[in-house]
């Protein structure tokens, strides 16, 4: 058998799983709207709105809903994904 198969005596390390998502304990209702420069009451978010938004490059500044948003930062992105899983998951 190929050595490129695998071998169960590896010495190798288990490799961690690294926490860089938003922690559930520490969400805030609203907060991906404040950012967005968006009211509460305004009308719901959409997949495709946000989607446009994961195509804007880090750092950059972009139009949402006639707002200008000076950079996208990553934290924003992480929210904005969360966002469409969320909305996708509500929908089943």
């Known amino acids: 058998m190929p050595s490129h198969y695998g071998n169960n005596?590896?010495?190798?390390?288990?490799?961690k799983q690294?926490?860089?998502?938003?922690p559930f304990d520490e969400l805030k209702e609203g907060s991906?709207?404040?950012?967005?420069?968006?009211?509460?009451?305004?009308?719901?978010?959409?997949?495709g709105e946000l989607q446009k938004i994961?195509?804007?490059?880090?750092?950059?500044?972009?139009?949402?809903?006639?707002?200008e948003i000076k950079?996208?930062?990553?934290?924003?992105?992480k929210r904005v994904s969360l966002a469409i899983t969320l909305?996708?998951?509500s929908k089943k």
């Open 71 to 77: 950079k996208l930062t990553p934290l924003m992105k």
């Open 18 to 22: 690294e926490e860089d998502g938003i």
């Open 9 to 15: 005596n590896s010495k190798s390390k288990p490799k």
């Open 54 to 67: 994961l195509k804007v490059k880090d750092g950059e500044s972009f139009m949402f809903r006639g707002n």
């Open 32 to 47: 991906l709207k404040r950012m967005l420069k968006i009211k509460k009451d305004d009308p719901k978010l959409k997949i």
């Open 87 to 89: 909305i996708r998951s």
